[in-house]
């Protein structure tokens, strides 16, 4: 295969991206004035800001805030179409990428699929413990977390209520920090004067995680401090602690040889990071490696061994750093990723020499805990509290791409932080009732 | 059966009110400083700002934008409380509200459970052309319209995109009217720049009325005006077509003698209403009279006859005017009855004499026709365009409960104003893939 073959006809190189998130929608973006036409497909028709969907899910930001049509994004950019379908497979030999109801020519095919989350072999755990990747289990959880307080309130057996009032999070990186705070806030500020029977500042949440401490990627120092940030927030850490089994209102956790049993109504999922399965099936049309992750394994330059048309990139990725040690699942990871494959394409359309290898520039990780408390690396430094706070909004609010959401989400956030209020607390798309059968009482 | 049997015990009035809507709610709120004990039930977490829930449906506004929480709004009603709950029944005799898990007694009983769409015996069709009563409802109108759009985008067949691209609305009412324009707003502005296979703007939105005009109740000079603003923004109407069946992908219309079929993918339903079956289950328990929209017929003091512990107010009840016709299903309507049944109730504990009987008035009535338009009445007063159109936005802004949502609905209006965008066109919670079991491409 020879992939400077279409560079020479009349007909445009043909770049197909599959997934809207940070990666697959950079590279399209960064291609928009090279010689290339960009298709770009994903299942949903809108880049969602992941790193806010805690904010969803605990009701502080409604889902349209954080996510962005992806042709509203592309728009304007003309060498560039959006195709709302769902990938099923690969042809590499012929160049086509197989949908569900068609197929799809490339030059050069660019996978971003990005990823889930793992339970560890155990998926029965999935309706019992929703994860948080997408609109639809933010809403859930959302509507887990509200329905947890309501039926606590009906509740006249006090054992129950306990149960109700228990909230477990299993895993404690950054999304597990992000919902525990979060929680510790609903539950101590924003419900104070909503019930009469219960109250919700007697909520016990457990942030449960299997390695010796939450955050684990973070230096020592600040490890330490968030996790007495966090405590001092009324949260519960469990370190060394393993998840052995999930059921309807109890979950068994391990830690050395003891075993316990905790009795919770809602148990939520931050752990364990999964590939999307298109990185298996691109693994047996190609013959590349997957990871324990089921990641793909790629060379220095993001493409595949042996497939030098087809590049992988962000979450669906296992990428070596500098010191062999694979590259982290977080967006500027993926954004930068993007960038570095659109000057690959752009070097290959004018003839130019490839870069051998992606260089990873790590601008710094920073998680929120909870109102005005945060930590972050940048570089050599440390920060921790109110300052790592403002720059977590800072950050964050920058980065939604449509300046319409920054401006309500600014809006939300300032008036959340003022009211403890969190008003987008909606239970919506109740199981046992689906829309359009019930009849409502309004 | 005494109402006055508990005002001279120690304990405080029971007021069981079912409904969080604009009638339920009226009540619950100007019962504040009487001193009775109310108990507001609904199935649902929140009140529904309805009037704009077709905003919704067209992307133009999130849920959480026209929903508040409940307990949020009487939190600091000491003398109120919430209960999410789902009423199955009463017991008039033991003055008792059923509960799917309970029961509740109640000295006073003030149902305003509402109504929902009539498919005027043709229930098989509620799938194929969604009604817009809920938020549920809403969110799938939102993704059915989009998705046409999509799907349209990726049609090879010009008969099949031609069908995809056809939007029939059921119903002239305000409700058709206004996502009529909306969605002509959506094809001729929004989408614009967004397709590269399809023109949205050659779209086929069709208002179909089997009554003689648009608005029906609207006096005729602005029922022409409003038609004819309507015509303009290239919607086609057709009055005395009524609906005989609907198959996927097709309706049947009937004119006179005549019988079309028109081929389209994306049917919404705004016509017809029925009142909430609770109105059946309270006429069995008390012998009261419904109507043929399954309306309780009320007394001049909405109360039932022969229980004067029970008022029945809002979409509901059945309430002649002076003139002896029904009064409207209005959300004024509603809240000016809330009013009366909080002063009834008020003057029933202070032993005053209560009024004899409950009498509307009309503050007048408006629906918008789409972008600077709206048709409204005021008195003797009829007003057509831009002016009614500020009116309108002035009085619904105005009408949202809560003050951070009318800052938040007032920003996304100016901006979709400004920038013809609609940025809350996600399309979620897509069947055929539930969430949860959906691995994402981002």
Same mark, same amino acid.
């Given at each position: 295969m020879n992939i400077t073959s279409k560079t020479s006809a009349a007909s445009p190189l043909r770049v197909v991206v599959i997934g809207g998130g940070f990666g697959g929608l950079e590279t399209a973006r960064k291609l928009r004035k090279s010689p290339?036409?960009?298709t770009l497909i994903d299942r949903r028709n809108f880049h969602?800001?992941?790193?806010?969907?805690?904010?969803?899910?605990?009701?502080?930001?409604?889902p349209a805030n954080i996510a962005t049509p992806l042709r509203y994004i592309v728009r304007r950019q003309k060498n560039c179409e959006v195709l709302?379908?769902?990938?099923?497979?690969?042809?590499?030999?012929?160049r086509r990428v197989i949908l569900r109801d068609g197929e799809i020519t490339y030059d050069i095919l660019v996978l971003a699929a990005g990823a889930s989350h793992s339970y560890f072999g155990h998926d029965e755990w999935a309706p019992l413990a929703p994860g948080l990747k997408t609109?639809?289990?933010?809403?859930?959880?959302?509507?887990r977390i509200f329905m947890a307080f309501e039926m606590a309130e009906r509740a006249s057996d006090p054992q129950v209520r306990q149960e109700l009032l228990t909230f477990a999070i299993i895993g404690g990186g950054p999304t597990g920090v992000e919902l525990a705070g979060a929680l510790a806030e609903i539950a101590h500020h924003t419900l104070t004067h909503d019930f009469r029977h219960i109250n919700p500042n007697e909520a016990r949440i457990m942030l449960i995680e &299997?390695?010796?401490?939450?955050?684990?990627?973070?230096? @020592?120092a600040l490890r330490d401090r968030a996790a007495e940030k966090i405590r001092s927030l009324g949260i519960e850490i469990l370190t060394e602690h393993r998840v052995i089994d999930i059921q309807p209102g109890e979950i068994t956790i391990q830690s050395g040889d003891a075993t316990v049993r905790l009795r919770t109504r809602t148990v939520l999922w931050g752990a364990g990071v999964q590939a999307n399965p298109l990185a298996k099936g691109l693994a047996e049309a190609t013959g590349v490696e997957i990871d324990r992750a089921g990641r793909i394994t790629v060379q220095p330059d993001l493409t595949i061994a042996n497939h030098r048309d087809i590049f992988v990139i962000g979450d669906i990725a296992c990428c070596m750093d500098a010191h062999g040690k694979p590259l982290p699942g977080l967006a500027p990871v993926a954004m930068q990723q993007g960038q570095f494959v659109a000057r690959q394409i752009a070097s290959l359309?004018?003839?130019? &020499?490839?870069?051998?290898?992606?260089?990873?520039?790590? @601008?710094g990780t920073m998680a929120t805990i909870g109102r005005s408390m945060a930590v972050a690396q940048i570089g050599q430094r440390q920060f921790c509290g109110y300052f790592?706070?403002?720059?977590?909004?800072f950050v964050?609010?920058?980065?939604i791409v449509q300046f319409e959401n920054r401006l309500l989400v600014l809006l939300q956030w300032m008036w959340n932080y003022v009211t403890h209020n969190r008003s987008a607390r909606l239970i919506t798309q109740v199981p046992e009732e689906p829309a359009g059968t019930q009849t409502d009482q309004h």
């Amino acid at each position: 295969m020879n992939i400077t073959s279409k560079t020479s006809a009349a007909s445009p190189l043909r770049v197909v991206v599959i997934g809207g998130g940070f990666g697959g929608l950079e590279t399209a973006r960064k291609l928009r004035k090279s010689p290339v036409q960009v298709t770009l497909i994903d299942r949903r028709n809108f880049h969602l800001f992941q790193p806010l969907l805690y904010q969803v899910a605990t009701a502080g930001l409604s889902p349209a805030n954080i996510a962005t049509p992806l042709r509203y994004i592309v728009r304007r950019q003309k060498n560039c179409e959006v195709l709302l379908a769902d990938v099923t497979g690969f042809d590499p030999d012929r160049r086509r990428v197989i949908l569900r109801d068609g197929e799809i020519t490339y030059d050069i095919l660019v996978l971003a699929a990005g990823a889930s989350h793992s339970y560890f072999g155990h998926d029965e755990w999935a309706p019992l413990a929703p994860g948080l990747k997408t609109i639809e289990q933010a809403t859930e959880i959302r509507r887990r977390i509200f329905m947890a307080f309501e039926m606590a309130e009906r509740a006249s057996d006090p054992q129950v209520r306990q149960e109700l009032l228990t909230f477990a999070i299993i895993g404690g990186g950054p999304t597990g920090v992000e919902l525990a705070g979060a929680l510790a806030e609903i539950a101590h500020h924003t419900l104070t004067h909503d019930f009469r029977h219960i109250n919700p500042n007697e909520a016990r949440i457990m942030l449960i995680e &299997a390695g010796p401490s939450v955050l684990g990627p973070y230096p @020592p120092a600040l490890r330490d401090r968030a996790a007495e940030k966090i405590r001092s927030l009324g949260i519960e850490i469990l370190t060394e602690h393993r998840v052995i089994d999930i059921q309807p209102g109890e979950i068994t956790i391990q830690s050395g040889d003891a075993t316990v049993r905790l009795r919770t109504r809602t148990v939520l999922w931050g752990a364990g990071v999964q590939a999307n399965p298109l990185a298996k099936g691109l693994a047996e049309a190609t013959g590349v490696e997957i990871d324990r992750a089921g990641r793909i394994t790629v060379q220095p330059d993001l493409t595949i061994a042996n497939h030098r048309d087809i590049f992988v990139i962000g979450d669906i990725a296992c990428c070596m750093d500098a010191h062999g040690k694979p590259l982290p699942g977080l967006a500027p990871v993926a954004m930068q990723q993007g960038q570095f494959v659109a000057r690959q394409i752009a070097s290959l359309v004018h003839g130019r &020499a490839p870069e051998p290898a992606f260089h990873y520039r790590d @601008p710094g990780t920073m998680a929120t805990i909870g109102r005005s408390m945060a930590v972050a690396q940048i570089g050599q430094r440390q920060f921790c509290g109110y300052f790592a706070w403002l720059l977590w909004l800072f950050v964050h609010l920058m980065q939604i791409v449509q300046f319409e959401n920054r401006l309500l989400v600014l809006l939300q956030w300032m008036w959340n932080y003022v009211t403890h209020n969190r008003s987008a607390r909606l239970i919506t798309q109740v199981p046992e009732e689906p829309a359009g059968t019930q009849t409502d009482q309004h």
